[in-house]
DNA sequence: CTGCACTATATGTTGGCCTCATATAGATGT
DNA sequence: ACATCTATATGAGGCCAACATATAGTGCAG
């Protein structure tokens, strides 16, 4: 009603300025760190799957905590395969459109173990940045 | 000797691809989401200081772990000013270079708050995609 | 006296990512 | 016929980290 911010689940309403102003952090991914790219190799992991699934397969894994936006997701799997670290072919012609089947590499598999080692580390840092940014505003108790 | 890759603490050893190729995820923030601006407003909430002195005090606030870029630093220093967030003004002349002694503003105090929430929600998305990725792993057994 | 390292502030540039937008095409249900 | 879902894809904007580069003041060692 009198609400005017978003709250259609994506950055709006999670901006981190808190405001409706022009979130200046939901584009370019500078926001959270890469995503689409870890989450796709997760799916991955499960089996040879197409595009579509595979975003399917994402948001089961992490309990609807992530929806994939397709066009990233495609132009992921684009350049991974091109990276060598996934193989994909159109699939038999059935009834529907067409489909591409994805699977990953050995590489593959390699860059996801990679992956494990990079999140930790973010994970960390955010917690430790998290954790630095409580305390400091703990001990500035409010003067005023 | 015969190890080529870089070993000079930023992150050449510790591109995602765990290769020497040129690492297509050290730039563009995409690697562990924005860092500096919440250091940067950790740090202020200590109390006001000039940039140098920050720099310093993000390092030691998270035990060496953070050295943020000078130049991003002051880059980040200027637009929380210009966005209302920090004030500044040029030291009174002394010895050395010219300083400036930033301040953080009450809307800053609430940027940082949201910071944390920020935060905190990577490192549980971090944490996630690192558990799903790893059990992934875990399932997908060596057949080979 | 010179050169180097530190202090201190700053701008330029590149590459990658997310998000949003838009597009094409096949199938199904109302 | 239209809306929705399935399925694949490209374009564009804005942000960030990292690296580079620049200017200027100071102190110290050789």
Redesign the interface.
Same mark, same amino acid.
């Given at each position: 009603m009198n609400d005017e911010t978003y709250h259609d689940g994506r950055h709006h309403g999670?901006?981190?300025?808190?405001t409706a102003r022009p979130c200046c952090?939901h584009a370019?991914?500078?926001?959270?760190?890469?995503?689409v790219e870890?989450?796709a190799?997760?799916a991955l992991?499960?089996g040879a799957a197409h595009g579509y699934d595979l975003r399917r397969a994402i948001g089961e894994?992490?309990n609807g905590?992530?929806d994939v936006d397709p066009g990233g997701l495609y132009r992921v799997l684009r350049r991974l395969e091109t990276e060598g670290f996934v193989v994909s072919e159109w699939a038999g012609s059935g009834p529907g459109p067409q489909r591409r089947n994805y699977e990953l590499s050995e590489e593959g598999?390699? #860059? %996801?173990?990679?992956?494990?080692?990079? +999140?930790?580390?973010?994970?960390r840092?955010?917690?430790? #940045? %998290?954790d630095?940014?409580?305390e400091? +505003?703990a001990?500035?108790a409010p003067t005023e």
């Open positions: 999670a901006c981190v300025h808190g952090r370019g991914g500078a926001g959270q760190g890469a995503l870890p989450a190799l997760a992991l499960g894994l992490t905590q992530l598999r390699d #860059l %996801a173990e990679g992956w494990v080692v990079h +999140l930790r580390e973010r994970e840092l955010s917690g430790l #940045l %998290a630095v940014l409580t400091a +505003l001990k500035e």
